[in-house]
């Protein structure tokens, strides 16, 4: 991404308004940002595709690819698959081993990899930390804890997870803020600390004894850096600045945004049941990445001939550059969609279904940024 935006930082300074809020600040952005090349497209170069040609490994349900530049490729497929490859695509060797005695897991929850090392969460609820040559370095027992989740951050220190929303079977149905737990845990013991509690509105339904929800829009986190966690759980527009050792919100920011209509369905729902209409309005935003020490917020926005919008903040918050990335995928209607993506060194890394419905994994170069 080209640089040289810190003169247009100062005049932003002089635009943005800053209103004091109970926990924090709020810096409302201006609807445009300052790079002159905003609103340029990006497109897609593929560089690399990973394919289940070999007996090793099959493709069946692959996860968001996890990327650790230059180290390798760690892919989730499934609750018995965690496989790694080189930097190169080449096949290392599955990190999952079924079983309840040590290194194996019954079934993955998540797989994170750090420059370092690689990490599989799952039940019997423990960490497994792996190095880059595929051994088992160490085992973290989390038993007794309840903890079923997903990784935010993993390093040799501590890992910061975000816990799957608890529903209580005796609460009463309808549209309700669920709550989801940020927790934080020590490698050293397997300690762990609840950082904070931040609720999605579902609709919570109960059917025979059993409960479950729909959901349109998740607690998305993503790590600024080891104490700082920027974090979206509403429909709209609003980051948050999440400060690990004060475990609160210390700033807000957003900026004027054009609101998606859906196109009907439902959203996300558990086994039973059927779901309610969906909302009016898409959530704001898709996805958030951490590129080069700022934030890339992925929109809900796709425009046809252009592809899907990306905003860019710097670390305070301040909106300096959006720009387009093309759609290798098409919706039901034949028009670009938007697609859930690991970006990391310049390339993107997505999977994808070919038009036999063979699913690969592609790693694009970022090309136009």
Request: aromatic share 10%.
């Amino acid at each position: 991404m080209k640089k040289g935006l810190g003169s247009g930082l100062v005049i932003l300074v002089g635009l943005l308004s800053v209103c004091a809020l109970g926990f924090g600040q709020i810096i409302e952005n201006p609807a445009k940002p300052i790079a002159k090349n905003a609103g340029r497209i990006v497109t897609l170069k593929e560089e690399l595709r990973i394919e289940d040609v070999s007996s090793d490994f099959f493709f069946k349900e692959t996860y968001l690819p996890r990327v650790s530049t230059g180290r390798g490729i760690f892919i989730q497929d499934g609750q018995e698959q965690a496989l790694l490859f080189d930097a190169k695509g080449r096949f290392i060797r599955n990190l999952f081993k079924k079983g309840q005695g040590p290194g194996e897991l019954i079934g993955l929850f998540d797989i994170w990899a750090s420059p370092h090392k690689l990490y599989l969460l799952g039940y019997p609820l423990k960490v497994l930390v792996f190095g880059y040559d595929g051994r088992l370095e160490k085992e973290l027992s989390l038993r007794g804890t309840g903890i079923a989740a997903r990784f935010i951050r993993a390093d040799k220190g501590h890992i910061i997870i975000r816990n799957r929303v608890r529903l209580d079977p005796t609460a009463r149905g309808g549209l309700k803020d669920i709550s989801v737990d940020i927790i934080k845990i020590s490698m050293n013991d397997g300690a762990s600390e609840p950082l904070g509690s931040f609720p999605i509105r579902a609709f919570v339904e109960g059917q025979g004894g059993d409960i479950h929800m729909t959901a349109w829009n998740q607690l998305q986190a993503v790590s600024l850096d080891e104490n700082t966690l920027i974090l979206n759980h509403t429909a709209d527009y609003l980051l948050e600045v999440f400060a690990v050792d004060k475990g609160t919100v210390v700033r807000r920011f957003r900026r004027p945004y054009t609101r998606v209509k859906t196109s009907g369905g439902s959203g996300s729902s558990g086994p039973v049941g059927s779901s309610p209409s969906a909302p009016e309005f898409k959530p704001d935003i898709f996805d958030l990445h951490i590129v080069d020490g700022r934030l890339w917020v992925q929109t809900s926005t796709v425009v046809e001939g252009k592809g899907i919008l990306f905003d860019v903040f710097d670390s305070e918050g301040h909106y300096v550059d959006n720009f387009f990335v093309q759609s290798p995928r098409k919706d039901v209607s034949g028009k670009p969609a938007n697609i859930l993506m690991t970006i990391s060194g310049g390339f993107a890394y997505f999977s994808d279904k070919m038009e036999d419905d063979f699913i690969v994994i592609r790693k694009c170069g970022l090309v136009g940024l």
